[in-house]
């Protein structure tokens, strides 16, 4: 919790507290009543839960990057859901279902070998493993190409513009359904 740069978790507690701090994010953008909030509450209890029974999960996998990177799975499956459900949101007018977050579960108790995300080579160089004597598996994705820089801002919107408070009811207003 005291680290001054989030990273990706390598132990369920880091996960843990990441889940919770997406929760948090998620009421204060779009408030505790919204559909996508209650769904990830929903995850965010089933994971408390779940705790223990994916921790005897992880400790049964092989050794080294397989249990390294299960709670980074987990919440990379998870940030796939969700990133996705904004993507879809955004070009909708109309309220879409929140993703079924904790399905994950039921996944990894089935033991089904879909839940997985790919990891990309430069997403496992970032959290460098290689420095801990644990191999870059052959079958990893090359990365993804550069994105490009973010464009300046258009002259229109002004500091004026962007400081007003009904801005971000603009930007979310939708969401809030």
Do not use: C
């Amino acid at each position: 919790v005291m680290q001054s740069k989030p990273g990706a978790p390598r132990a369920l507690y880091q996960a843990r507290h990441q889940v919770r701090r997406v929760y948090i994010m998620l009421v204060v953008m779009l408030g505790e009543e919204h559909r996508l909030s209650r769904a990830y509450e929903k995850f965010y209890h089933r994971f408390l839960s779940a705790e223990a029974d994916l921790h005897r999960y992880q400790q049964g996998l092989t050794i080294g990057q397989d249990q390294l990177l299960f709670p980074t799975k987990v919440l990379k499956r998870n940030a796939i859901d969700l990133s996705y459900w904004f993507e879809q949101q955004a070009h909708t007018p109309a309220a879409r279902m929140p993703p079924k977050f904790d399905q994950v579960f039921d996944d990894i108790k089935q033991e089904l070998t879909t839940w997985e995300p790919q990891m990309s080579i430069g997403f496992l160089k970032e959290l460098k493993l290689d420095g801990m004597g644990v191999p870059v598996p052959n079958n990893v994705p090359p990365a993804s190409p550069p994105v490009a820089p973010f464009a300046p801002r258009p002259p229109s919107i002004d500091d004026a513009t962007a400081s007003n408070p009904h801005f971000l009811e603009g930007t979310f207003g939708h969401y809030r359904r």
